[in-house]
Nanobody, 123 residues
Framework: VQLQASGGGLVQAGASLRLSCAASRRTSTNNGVGWFRQAPGKEREFIAAISWNGGSTAYADSLKGRFTISRDNAKNTVYLEMNSLKPEDTAVYYC?????????????????WGQGTLVTVSS
């Protein structure tokens, strides 16, 4: 499975962005998917995850309410809607496919990773 993250860019604080994570093949719809981010000089951070059918989601406590994860299995795509962006949201955002149909918040449980898309939020 190959994952392609897209939708990043340069925005001003308060703006919104929607990231997309497209998978290369249909079997990816059997797996949970997570979004992570990594800011310069910081460790990779869990953002959100969604189960294989979209029936269950999880978020980092600090981001709950601003970010929304969803998926469209007909399009083999998972989305991350980000609202009220802040400069501290600046990072490279990665999507990843979990080894199981559900999800977890730990990066080692994700076996396929996209290349990342850069989000820069200016103040």
């Amino acid at each position: 499975v190959q994952l392609q993250a897209s939708g990043g860019g340069l925005v001003q604080a308060g703006a919104s962005l929607r990231l997309s994570c497209a998978a290369s093949r249909r079997t990816s719809t059997n797996n949970g998917v997570g979004w992570f981010r990594q800011a310069p000089g910081k460790e990779r951070e869990f953002i959100a995850a969604i189960s294989w059918n979209g029936g269950s989601t999880a978020y980092a406590d600090s981001l709950k309410g601003r970010f929304t994860i969803s998926r469209d299995n007909a399009k083999n795509t998972v989305y991350l809607e980000m609202n009220s962006l802040k400069p501290e949201d600046t990072a490279v955002y990665y999507c990843a496919s979990h080894r199981h149909s559900y999800y977890s918040k730990d990066a080692p449980s994700y076996i396929y990773w996209g290349q990342g898309t850069l989000v820069t939020v200016s103040s």
